[in-house]
């Protein structure tokens, strides 16, 4: 939820159009929460999507260039390792996956070797980049990181990747 209000609390919910209809006060499903309709978040949520709506042509070029670039980096790491890996993009985020196979869906992933990536983890931690702590997590690039967090982090991937291999 946070993502939606830039850091402040909020909560939302969507679905199906059917399944929406039967929300109160429409519908004869009561629904509750704590910061839903918080004046605060909303007013951060709609100043958010307003600031990236005319600063997308300038933002997320950005990062997924940045992503694609770690992505790549990554891939020639752990090749140059040997290690047996799959690495994932989608605009902004990446992931990767210590299997041959391609990565599709949540059974693909748990097929991926975990202790390698609880290796990498705690190899990036050393190196002061911090990651999602479980394989089934994604990164994330935002637009405050630069090019020399980017470069710190391409580094820190091709130390703990050989790490990973030892």
Do not use: W
């Amino acid at each position: 939820g946070k993502s939606l209000s830039n850091g402040f609390v909020m909560s939302a919910v969507g679905g199906k159009k059917e399944i929406m209809d039967q929300l109160a006060p429409g519908g004869k499903v009561y629904e509750a929460s704590t910061f839903a309709g918080n004046p605060i978040s909303v007013s951060a949520g709609i100043a958010s999507i307003k600031t990236m709506s005319a600063l997308k042509s300038k933002i997320y070029p950005k990062l997924s260039k940045q992503c694609l670039t770690l992505a790549k980096s990554i891939h020639e790491s752990a090749t140059k390792y040997g290690i047996p890996h799959q690495v994932n993009t989608i605009s902004s985020m990446f992931q990767i996956f210590f299997t041959d196979k391609p990565v599709t869906d949540y059974s693909s992933s748990k097929r991926a070797d975990g202790k390698k990536f609880y290796n990498l983890f705690h190899n990036l931690l050393k190196q002061g980049v911090f990651v999602a702590p479980s394989q089934f997590e994604t990164g994330f690039f935002s637009y405050a990181h630069s090019e020399s967090d980017l470069d710190k982090t391409i580094q820190a991937y091709d130390y703990s990747l050989r790490q990973v291999k030892s």
